[in-house]
């Protein structure tokens, strides 16, 4: 016959172990699955071993995150205006990712940094966005670099830094490599849906990059802009829209910046961070949905930040 | 202490545990994972009022409730033969047509998994 306390202890620990089982995103699922690889594994089109290189030369650890320094290139910087979101909404329910008016507003001047740094992205997938992390790396969302539907890679992708219609003060860059994520190519997930594109040249040199970096705390507040290349507008301008982060995610910062189809890897940067300069904290990826009247992104985390310096270091 | 009071005890705090679990992932926001395999196809073709086929006109597919999505935001396009595909998770879509000098067109799609898979013929008229 069992004790009290040994009947209690024994309680104790059998809700513990169910708990662990019937939590389907808790770290102790991951716990008992030790062997299943990290979603964020990075993957390229070319089959290649990966090497982690988490940590560059120019990454510097806080106490909370980290950051790797942007860089301006030999352009001048010149933030121009975005409009607020003072009148979007809080909270509530919406299904247009133009949330009420369209707030966004043409750059008119694509040549200076940061908006050189900022690439329309061509490819047989569709049109996106892309941010220059290094001089010849692109970040960008998974979905436009990999189709888990038709469970293929693009068959390439052309980049042009800072287009302005028909005028490419740049010129353009093809990519030579993909690169992404098991959980993105494997199983679909947008929780990891962000990539990265291998340049045939180095075209951050003249462009500039972005810094970008990541926090375990909220980022609720952090006035942020998002830039990039929306289809609904002449074709190949670039048009932003300052917000402030309205929800803080796992996986997913959310916001009421204004976006359109084209505008998925675009960054979501504060324009000033520390020494990390015009600094992204994620890549957007979704207009509103699921009851949500925000639109989202994938936040810039640990996992993710050590992969972007990793491709970049490739 | 007998057999029923304890059980009742454990099947207390089991409920509790599930609930607390329950409860942190809807509070964790991100995103649910439609597979792959629940998608579906939807294709279609762009004509203008002749019947002629329009290329580069910007196919968009815009949830139309709280049950559908997550769409990505990419720019697809209908190719020289005026075709588009866009692959969503089950839901109700309305699908936005723009192309320059054409009035923007809408159309709700049911995206059914099971179902045959909608097939679109759009007609866009000059604004």
Not at chain 1, 25 to 43: D, F, K, W
Not at chain 1, 139 to 144: D, E, L, P, S, W
Not at chain 1, 259 to 268: A, L, N
Not at chain 2, 40 to 47: A, D, M, Q
Request: proline share 7%; aromatic share 10%; charged share 20%.
């Amino acid at each position: 016959m069992l004790h009290k306390k040994q009947l209690f202890a024994l309680a104790a620990s059998l809700s513990f172990v169910c708990a662990i089982v019937f939590s389907s995103s808790g770290s102790a699922v991951y716990a008992t699955v030790t062997e299943a690889p990290s979603p964020h594994t990075p993957v390229s089109n070319k089959g290649a071993t990966i090497q982690p290189v988490p940590y560059g030369k120019d990454t510097v650890k806080q106490r909370f995150g980290a950051y790797t320094k942007g860089h301006k290139g030999t352009q001048e910087r010149r933030d121009l205006t975005a409009s607020p979101s003072e009148t979007k909404p809080d909270g509530g329910a919406g299904t247009e990712s133009i949330i009420g008016a369209d707030n966004r507003t043409r750059v008119t001047n694509t040549a200076v940094y940061p908006y050189s740094a900022i690439v329309h992205i061509v490819s047989d997938i569709g049109g996106c966005t892309g941010w220059m992390i290094g001089p010849d790396t692109v970040a960008t969302a998974g979905h436009c670099l990999y189709d888990p539907n038709e469970d293929k890679w693009a068959s390439f992708a052309t980049v042009y830094p800072g287009r302005d219609g028909d005028h490419l003060p740049y010129g353009s860059a093809d990519g030579v490599e993909f690169f992404s994520v098991i959980g993105w190519v494997h199983d679909g997930n947008t929780n990891y849906d962000y990539g990265a594109i291998k340049l045939d040249k180095r075209i951050g040199d003249s462009t500039g990059w972005f810094g970008y970096r990541y926090q375990s705390s909220s980022m609720n507040g952090t006035a942020e802009n998002i830039s990039g290349y929306p289809g609904d507008k002449p074709y190949g301008t670039q048009w932003q829209h300052a917000d402030r982060i309205r929800e803080t995610h796992k996986h997913k910062l959310l916001y009421a910046n204004d976006t359109y189809g084209g505008q998925s890897g675009s960054p979501v940067y504060q324009n000033s961070y520390a020494y990390c300069g015009v600094c992204s904290i994620a890549i957007h990826t979704n207009g509103v949905y699921g009851g949500s009247s925000y639109n989202r992104g994938t936040r810039i985390t640990k996992e993710v930040f050590e992969n972007l310096n990793t491709w970049k270091a490739q | 202490m007998n057999l029923t009071r304890f059980s009742s005890f454990f099947l207390s705090l089991l409920s509790i545990s599930m609930l607390v679990s329950a409860g942190c992932n809807n509070l964790s926001g991100d995103a649910p994972n439609p597979q792959p395999g629940q998608r579906i196809t939807v294709t279609g073709t762009v004509v203008d009022t002749d019947g002629h086929p329009i290329a580069q006109v910007l196919v968009m597919p815009e949830p139309a409730d709280d049950k559908s999505g997550p769409i990505p935001e990419i720019a697809v396009y209908t190719d020289a033969e005026g075709r588009f595909s866009w692959t969503v998770p089950p839901g109700t879509y309305d699908f936005v047509f723009r192309k320059p000098g054409y009035a923007l067109h809408k159309e709700r799609v049911q995206a059914i998994p099971g179902k045959q898979a909608p097939h679109l013929r759009v007609q866009l008229k000059p604004n």
